[in-house]
């Protein structure tokens, strides 16, 4: 089974821009969760889907959306991009919505503002 | 609000050595605790977990960790560690009360460092 997928890997934005993450979750998993990891913040939690419905929010500004379809297959979008929004974005799948079972994670996105 | 505390941000050990990554969490109510490993230029990977029962709880790979609850502490050893096991590792929790939702609060990670 293929794993948690992200692309693109690597990313390299100016000031102002938008951009947007996308995340495959391993076949057959319905929940998506997104972080962002940086060297002064660690892992912080930013949003998760299950079955295409925000389920649960972090402490993020409105800047930061996302989204899932119907494959389960979700987006991530960071509007009017700020120099604190590097970081390595990290998508984690699982098979329902619950702490019971695993996340898996993705190798991440690393996302630099310049 | 459900926080967690990593206290060494790094530890350096030598091949063979047992080691222990100490994470303490403080919450209202129950918790589930989690510890994940992070190799570099790869995402997380679930080490291991506890949920309820047996407050110890061990991996496939040789390490385990011990809730303990009086001092809302879950910290991971390894008796004896190989270079492969150099990685961050993070400790995690959430709040067992809750929505029961897939969030989870990280430690800011340790460093395990294995020399020769």
């Known amino acids: 089974k293929a794993g948690v997928t992200q692309t693109p890997r690597y990313l390299i934005k100016t000031r102002g821009q938008q951009v947007t993450l996308s995340c495959s979750p391993i076949s057959g998993h319905r929940s998506v969760s997104w972080y962002q990891q940086t060297p002064g913040q660690g892992l912080q939690f930013l949003f998760e889907?299950?079955?295409?419905?925000?389920?649960n929010k972090g402490n993020f500004p409105g800047r930061f959306s996302g989204r899932q379809f119907s494959n389960s297959r979700s987006e991530m979008n960071v509007s009017t991009l700020e120099l604190g929004d590097s970081a390595l974005y990290l998508c984690?799948?699982?098979?329902?919505?619950?702490?019971?079972?695993?996340?898996?994670f993705g190798p991440g996105t690393r996302l630099t503002v310049t | 609000a459900q926080s967690v505390t990593q206290l060494d941000s790094q530890v350096p050990v030598f091949e063979e050595a047992p080691v222990e990554l100490r994470c303490n969490y403080s919450s209202s109510v129950s918790v589930y605790l989690f510890w994940y490993v992070q190799y570099p230029n790869q995402g997380l990977q679930l080490l291991l977990k506890y949920l309820s029962g047996s407050t110890l709880v061990e991996s496939i790979n040789g390490f385990e960790a011990e809730f303990n609850k009086s001092q809302t502490s879950f910290h991971l050893r390894k008796p004896s560690v190989h270079i492969s096991d150099t990685a961050e590792y993070f400790c995690a929790v959430s709040d067992r009360a809750g929505s029961g939702y897939s969030t989870l609060t990280f430690g800011k990670g340790t460093m395990l460092l294995v020399s020769p």
């Open positions: 889907y299950f079955s295409e419905t925000q389920r």
């Open positions: 984690a799948s699982s098979l329902d919505s619950s702490l019971l079972y695993e996340q898996y």
